[in-house]
């Protein structure tokens, strides 16, 4: 039996329409499995994100970005609060007051809204019981069912405080000890630094009386002369007892722009005399015109006396003793240079190395607790500077330091 030429056409779109549906179908079970397995993944995602979040190690929250409601913390809060889901949930951060200082929780939270996120911002929290803990708060925007929310993780550094508020009580404890050995000894050449002025004072007085009972009440030109000479001898022990005072206090202060030559200078004032007395021939090679150092005096002159005390003792029984000091600037590099330079016993290579370590020396027991080149290393380092030492074994050493000059300058 022959078909029609329109029932063929009917057949023929008939079976166009069944193709179509066919494909469409098929794009639909694609869609629909593809979406099924989106979901699972991001089931599983949510899953896993909840367990990491729930069993980190680290106090989390999650609060709303527009006024700051909690939503979820996990269990390391709950317990570093000592608080209970339902009193945390549904409060907003202003409520809870974890922030120890209400101004720094307005601050803290000021700057999140402002930046959106924050990266290891140091700030002291406050417990249910009044415990105040060093953190580093950081927090970050996170999607949860098409809203955004802040994540925040709150890591205790107090261990870590506690270290370096040590580390830095153990500082300025080797600091003092080595001001002190410093102060001990140098006292001989203080000493005989005072005793020569008081002498000549008390010499002068005596020739003043002497003069006086043969001038009939009237001054002569020498009574006049040996006036003087008072004054300068004691301004002399004024000075060198009002720097003994300064360079024996805590050194708090805070850096200004100074001048190295003044600094150097100074040192020299506390520690001349017993470089003359040692018999060492000591040379001083300043640049002019050199530029100031952002610095801490007190500090520098304590790096400067310590290297110059190792030199003095390591020119001991040595012939032609020599001390060198020289101090250049260098305009390319910004900084100044400063060498400490001596003739000495020199060091053995095996222990270049370790000079700057705390307790090491290499002095015979008892003539050294190895605190002052650790401590000058430590200033040194505070002042954004290099110190390096070079040395032959009983040919000499040589300590150079580098400094920046100051900003200003």
């Known amino acids: 039996m022959y078909k029609t030429k329109h029932e063929n056409n009917l057949l023929e779109k008939k079976s166009k329409s069944v193709d179509q549906l066919n494909k469409i179908t098929a794009i639909l079970h694609e869609e629909v499995n593809f979406r099924r397995e989106a979901q699972d993944e991001l089931q599983l995602s949510e899953a896993k994100f909840a367990s990491a979040f729930q069993h980190n190690s680290n106090p989390m929250m999650i609060f709303t970005v527009n006024n700051h409601t909690l939503t979820d913390v996990n269990t390391s809060f709950l317990r570093l609060f000592g608080l209970k889901a339902d009193e945390v949930t549904g409060s907003s951060l202003d409520q809870l007051n974890i922030i120890h200082d209400h101004d720094e929780n307005i601050n803290v939270l000021t700057k999140l809204d402002k930046e959106g996120s924050l990266r290891n911002y140091e700030v002291m929290i406050k417990t249910n019981d009044h ?3 060093y953190t580093l708060l950081s927090v970050d925007k996170i999607d949860i069912n098409d809203a955004t929310y802040y994540l925040a993780s709150i890591k205790d550094i107090s261990e870590y405080k506690i270290m370096e508020l040590e580390r830095k009580t153990f500082q300025i404890n080797m600091l003092s000890n080595s001001k002190l050995t410093t102060l001990g000894e140098m006292s001989s050449g203080i000493a005989y630094e005072i005793e020569q002025p008081l002498a000549n004072i008390n010499s002068t007085i005596n020739s003043l009386i002497t003069c006086a009972k043969t001038t009939d009440g009237l001054l002569s030109n020498t009574i006049v002369r040996q006036l003087e000479e008072i004054t300068i001898y004691s301004q002399k022990i004024s000075k060198i007892l009002n720097h003994l005072i300064a360079f024996g206090s805590q050194s708090g202060i805070k850096p200004v722009d100074s001048s190295l030559q003044k600094i150097l200078n100074d040192t020299l004032l506390l520690m001349q005399e ?17 530029p100031l150092i952002h610095a801490n005096p ?18 001991k029984d040595r012939e032609n003793p020599q001390i060198t000091i020289s101090i250049n600037y260098y305009p ?7 060498k400490i330079m001596d003739n000495g016993i020199g060091i053995k290579k095996i222990c270049l190395d370790k000079i700057f370590e705390p307790f090491y020396t290499t002095k015979t027991s008892g003539n050294g607790n190895g605190f002052g080149l650790a401590i000058s290393y430590g200033i040194i380092n505070e002042h954004l500077g290099t110190i390096y030492c070079e040395s032959e074994y009983n040919l000499g050493t040589t300590f150079t330091i580098h400094l920046p000059i100051s900003e200003k300058t």
Not at 277 to 286: A, F, H, K, S, V
Not at 332 to 338: E, M, P, R, Y
């Open 274 to 290: 017993r470089i003359k007395m040692e018999g060492i021939d000591l040379n001083i090679l300043i640049q002019d015109n050199l």
């Open 298 to 315: 007190n500090k520098l002159e304590q790096v400067f006396i310590n290297l110059i005390t190792n030199s003095i003792e390591a020119l």
């Open 332 to 338: 390319n590099g910004k900084s100044i240079s400063i």
């Open 131 to 133: 415990k105040k803990i």
